[in-house]
């Protein structure tokens, strides 16, 4: 007589608990209000040194004239045809390579991490805000950034697609570039002005 095995059972597999990652999103996100002085200097520190470069070496090759993404209220397009025709080829190959490819690859990532520690942080200090479930404290801190994120890699694209091929420069990508680079900045207004006032009410609480 032969025996036989019994059948194994169809193994399905697990599917990914959405409830534990969302978990340890929110986790890392709160632990970044204990790093924020960290963050901030490392912020101040790219900063200044973006700004060094372009003050002292980017302006030299452009002939004085600002790079496109330093023009808060934007540019019109002969504005920025004017910038890249200064630049000439090895002007916008410096510039790509030195702010698009290295400091600002890293900054606007770094800068969003800055604000969501510091959202956190000063929120903290408002009863109003520290009795919110903590993952209603991580989705704040986030849909308050991460437009501006996107907003800011979104502009580097689009002015280092215009540095790397000038055929790319025309009426319609310059105007694209501009409107982005002001998005970027009315953006970047809203956190920092949350921010601004949780430190105000923060203070006043304490006198």
């Not at 059948?7 to 697990?14: D, L, V």
């Not at 608990?17 to 963050?39: K, Q």
């Not at 800068?111 to 704040?140: E, Y």
């Amino acid at each position: 007589m032969t025996s036989r095995l019994p059948a194994k059972a169809p193994t399905i597999p697990a599917e990914p608990d959405s409830s534990g990652l969302w978990a340890n999103l929110t986790a890392m996100v709160l632990r970044l209000s204990r790093h924020v002085g960290a963050l901030c200097f490392l912020s101040v520190a790219v900063f200044v040194a973006m700004t060094g470069m372009e003050f002292f070496y980017f302006r030299r090759l452009s002939g004085g004239l600002a790079s496109l993404d330093m023009r808060y209220f934007g540019f019109t397009p002969d504005e920025g045809m004017a910038w890249l025709t200064a630049l000439g080829r090895r002007g916008s190959e410096i510039i790509l390579v030195w702010h698009y490819l290295t400091f600002d690859l890293l900054f606007p990532t770094l800068l969003s991490l800055t604000l969501v520690s510091l959202i956190l942080a000063t929120g903290r200090r408002l009863k109003n805000f520290r009795v919110l479930p903590a993952q209603m404290q991580a989705v704040f801190a986030l849909i308050l950034v991460l437009p501006y994120t996107l907003a800011d890699y979104a502009q580097n694209i689009a002015v280092a697609r215009l540095l790397s091929d000038f055929l790319y420069a025309n009426p319609d990508s310059l105007s694209v570039a501009s409107a982005l680079i002001v998005t970027k900045f009315a953006l970047l207004a809203v956190p920092v002005i949350v921010i601004a006032a949780f430190w105000l009410a923060g203070q006043r609480r304490r006198s």
